[in-house]
């Protein structure tokens, strides 16, 4: 296996390559997937360095949970007992609280086979921590085919009681160009989220025009009426609802280079960085809005008892990544 590890602050970054081209670093704080690179050009809009990425707090390619995305008033129920949650985003809770899984420390293990190599993460996240009941064992999973542009993550949660979970990824992707707007979309996805004024999902509705990427478009086409319909967003930020289908539900293009994913989750948030911070970005410099389109596949559940799990049913879900030229 073709593995470089590097120490830096208190974390490990492993870089890993396969036969043709695909060349992925990843950093056991968070689970993280720093950087990206295919034949040679990233295709990530990550951190400028290791230590940029460590104190960033806008999860690029961090793992998101307990719960990815945001819980009204930090308030979750189960049974007759009310959970008060840690509160990051206002008065609510965003990605399962301030001290969530995106800056927990992970256990690394690697290994392969014929024809994968893996690296997997593993965390035990006691009873109580952020707020959340019961204790929860995750893991990540990352494969790399050797011979093929192709990696996939897997994600498993298993608990000891009935606890709400949803893990997702937060990659930022920019496969060429100045910024995403140029890329070309294609979410097979007939029903979009409807969110809050504070962007909390309260249900969905049928895709609207400027929502609507069944046929592919380029992400800039609609973005300003995207950004009056929704002031607070500034841009896509919301969830597409995943048609059931053989084929990949999400194909990002640009410039001649593809990236297609599939996931057995029912989503996608899209969330095209309407707010840049003060982050420097690999080869790109200052962080700008639109520099990086987040997709981040998870599970649609209109109330959060549909992602309870209990110790009969885990949390068990994967996404696959395959990048190739067009
Ligand atoms: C996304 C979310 C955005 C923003 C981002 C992190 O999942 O939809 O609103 O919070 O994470 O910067």
């Known amino acids: 296996m ?18 043709c081209g695909l060349e992925m670093t990843f950093c056991n704080y968070g689970a993280s997937i720093y950087s990206i690179k295919y034949k040679g050009h990233f295709v990530t809009y990550h951190e400028d360095d ?10 690029g390619g961090k793992t998101l949970g307990r719960v990815a995305g945001r819980i009204k ?7 007759n007992k009310t959970y008060h949650l840690e509160r990051n985003e206002k008065n609510n809770t965003l990605h399962g609280g301030k001290r969530n899984l995106s800056f927990r420390h992970f256990a690394t293990t690697l290994s392969e086979n014929e024809s994968t190599m893996n690296v997997v993460f593993k965390y035990t996240s006691l009873n109580g921590e952020c707020g959340f009941p019961h204790k929860v064992r995750f893991i990540v999973v990352y494969s790399i085919k050797k011979d093929e542009n192709c990696f996939s993550i897997h994600y498993h949660a298993m608990t000891d009681g009935l606890t709400p979970i949803s893990m997702a990824p937060h990659i930022y992707w920019r ?14 996805a007939g029903e979009v989220t409807t969110l809050n004024k504070d962007l909390i999902i309260v249900g969905k509705e049928k895709v609207r025009k400027i929502y609507d990427f069944r046929k592919a478009k380029k992400i800039g086409d609609d973005i300003k009426e995207v950004a009056k319909d929704n002031p607070r967003a500034n841009g ?5 609802i995943l048609n059931e289908t053989d084929k990949s539900q999400i194909v990002l293009k640009n410039d001649g280079i ?3 994913i599939k996931t057995d989750m029912n989503a ?10 003060n982050r420097k970005m ?21 109330h959060l008892e549909d992602k309870f799990i209990d110790s009969k049913h885990p949390f068990d879900h994967y996404i696959s990544f395959h990048l190739e030229d067009y």
Not at 236 to 240: L, Q, V
Not at 268 to 277: K, R
């Open 73 to 79: 008033d930090g308030v979750l129920k189960i049974k």
């Open 282 to 302: 690999k080869e790109y410099g200052k962080d700008v809005i639109y520099g990086g389109v987040a997709i981040e596949p998870q599970m649609y559940a209109p």
């Open 236 to 240: 896509y930020d919301c969830g597409f």
């Open 50 to 59: 290791y230590a940029e990425f460590l104190k960033s707090d806008k999860y």
């Open 175 to 188: 496969l060429k160009g100045k910024d995403v707007l140029n890329h070309n979309l294609m979410i097979n």
């Open 258 to 260: 593809k990236l297609s």
């Open 2 to 19: 073709d593995i470089k590890k590097e120490r830096f602050q208190s974390h490990t970054f492993y870089t890993l390559k396969n036969n």
């Open 268 to 277: 996608a948030i899209v969330f095209t960085n309407c707010y840049p911070s």
